[in-house]
């Protein structure tokens, strides 16, 4: 019997969630749920110098808002708790201990001064690594240069040491990575690293794969900087657990900045101009605030969207996906091998695409909260919606509703001058003077009446539709923009139309 489908996302709080942890995260979650299987998020905080304050509850908001909600976490519980790596602790050692008991890793005494010298020595004889590995640990305080005694006695005297794999050099170590295929790697180049700290805390290599093996993970994606750890972590599973008990592995290419190749940072964002964390994240101990995509005014669907093509399609044209079609269509094997280049413009195509999908009410509570900051009064949700659906053809991000519909809330700021002045004369102000007339007696308010007595005015006194129709628009506007004139005269009112037509008579 195949194993239940468990997959993980292991992030380390230390800061800002990056577009390409969330890919990490949506990747897992659509396995996990086109499997019948579990999305756990375990928090990897064994590295207590570079822990963070506030990250760890910034990462489950950022997981909230894009809608990838756990089934295991430190926040919604689960039967293989705890789930934060700290809180684990002591089970480490127990494995830790077991390795050096079987012979495969061992205590290391050494102190900083003595690996600095290591290193010094290697450099000296023109080393092309500095390693701590089978060349040098022979000539190194650890415990299997001192004898068994020496050994013990450090132990009881509480010397700091640290415990360490032993890597037997001349071995290939091999696994099938599900988007690479098959993978080698030679153990001469593997160094032996650390498992337990001298503060008793494991580092990543040992607490990945206990916690890999004890919460039961089939399948385990992670970035293809953890790529180079893979001959450790195996090596741990074939001598803890047996490789018939290990996940399947798939290592993510890195999302790549769109001018050069490297990996794409948060400074080639600032560079840029535009975001890479989910959300704000504001660093507490530099007090540096970053704008995420959801405070640009992104929908999560087109975040999710946009990473998911980032580095994968289905084999066909389409582009737009909601998270239920991912979640049918998407398959890690078709992931791409090469990193994908991040371009910003094609995200705004998305949540443009998106805004024009999505039902109004979905994300009307955003766009009001915009238009309030900006001053406006919004009194109607359902005067907002039928807005929201007049204008969302034209928004791109969320902020883009302010420019494209203050005027349905508010008397426009000032009107474009320019544009109607060099048209503006007597016959005009003739014939918005009458048209006022006319429109105040309509009695059916709609855009087809107030343009049947639009139109039946201009042809009686002979003036071309064009010129009127924009002066009308930029009465009511303020400038050229916007749907259909006749619609948006329908949506203010009567009251307001009369009135924007009676101000701008008297300016032009
Ligand atoms: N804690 C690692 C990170 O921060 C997890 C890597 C993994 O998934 O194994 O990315």
């Known amino acids: 019997m195949s194993k239940k489908v468990r997959v993980r996302f292991a992030p380390s709080p ?15 979650y659509l396995f996990a749920k086109q499997h019948g299987g579990d999305f756990i998020v375990r928090i990897e905080d064994t590295d207590q110098t570079r822990f963070v304050d506030g990250a760890e509850q910034y990462i489950f908001n950022c997981l909230n808002w894009c809608g990838l909600v756990p089934d295991e ?41 003595e690996l600095d010298k290591m290193r010094d020595d290697l450099k000296t004889k023109g080393s092309h690594t500095l390693q701590y590995d089978h060349h040098v640990r022979m000539d190194m305080k650890n415990s299997l240069t001192l004898a068994e005694d020496e050994v013990r ?70 970035g293809e900087e953890w790529l180079p ?36 940072s948060k400074r080639d964002g600032d560079r840029l101009g535009f975001p890479v964390y989910a959300m704000d994240w504001r660093d507490p101990s530099t007090k540096e605030a970053t704008k995420g995509f959801k405070e640009i005014g992104f929908l999560p669907e087109a975040f999710i969207n946009l990473l998911a093509v980032l580095g994968w399609n289905d084999g066909t044209e389409q582009e737009v996906f909601s998270l239920q079609e991912l979640v049918e269509k998407f ?18 195509w998305f949540n443009h695409e998106w805004i024009k999908r999505s039902e109004v009410s979905s994300y009307s509570t955003l766009v009001k909260s915009i238009l309030e900051q900006k001053g406006l009064d919004i ?33 426009p700021l000032s009107l474009d001058e320019a544009a109607v002045k060099p048209k503006w004369d007597e016959q005009k102000n003739a014939f918005f003077n009458q048209l006022s007339n006319r429109l105040s007696d309509l009695s059916n308010w ?5 343009e049947s007595v639009f139109k039946e005015l201009a042809a009686e006194l002979k003036i071309k539709m064009g010129e009127l129709q924009m002066i009308f628009r930029v009465m009511l506007v303020g400038s050229k923009i916007g749907p259909g004139v006749f619609i948006i005269a329908e949506t203010i009112g009567k009251g307001s139309t009369l009135q924007r037509i009676k101000s701008a008579v008297a300016v032009f």
């Open 331 to 348: 398959s890690i094997a078709k992931v791409h091998k090469g990193g994908a280049k991040f371009d910003f413009e094609k995200a705004k």
């Open 14 to 28: 230390t800061g800002g969630l990056h577009l390409g942890g969330i890919r990490t995260v949506l990747y897992n």
């Open 446 to 450: 709609s855009n087809v009446e107030i």
């Open 73 to 113: 976490s430190v926040q919604q519980g689960g039967a293989y708790g705890p789930y934060r790596q700290s809180e684990r602790k002591q089970r480490y050692r127990v494995y830790a201990e077991k390795l050096v008991a079987d012979g495969h890793a061992y205590y290391a005494f050494d102190s900083s001064a």
């Open 379 to 411: 009194q109607d949700d359902n005067y907002l919606h039928a807005v929201m659906e007049l204008v969302k053809d034209r928004c791109t991000l969320l902020d883009d509703f302010y420019t494209q519909s203050h005027y349905f809330f508010a008397d």
């Open 153 to 222: 006695a450090l132990l009881s005297d509480g010397t700091p040491y640290v415990i360490r794999i032993k890597v037997n050099p001349g071995n290939q170590v091999m696994f099938d990575d599900m988007i690479r295929g098959s993978i080698s790697f030679d153990t001469n180049n593997v160094d032996d690293k650390v498992l337990l700290k001298a503060d008793g805390m494991p580092t990543y290599h040992l607490a990945v794969v206990v916690d890999d093996y004890e919460m039961q993970i089939s399948h385990a994606f992670r």
């Open 229 to 264: 750890s893979a001959p450790v972590h195996i090596l741990l599973w074939q001598h803890l657990f047996g490789l018939a008990a290990m996940p399947q592995w798939a290592h993510l290419p890195l999302i790549l900045k769109p001018d050069g190749n490297g990996k794409l």
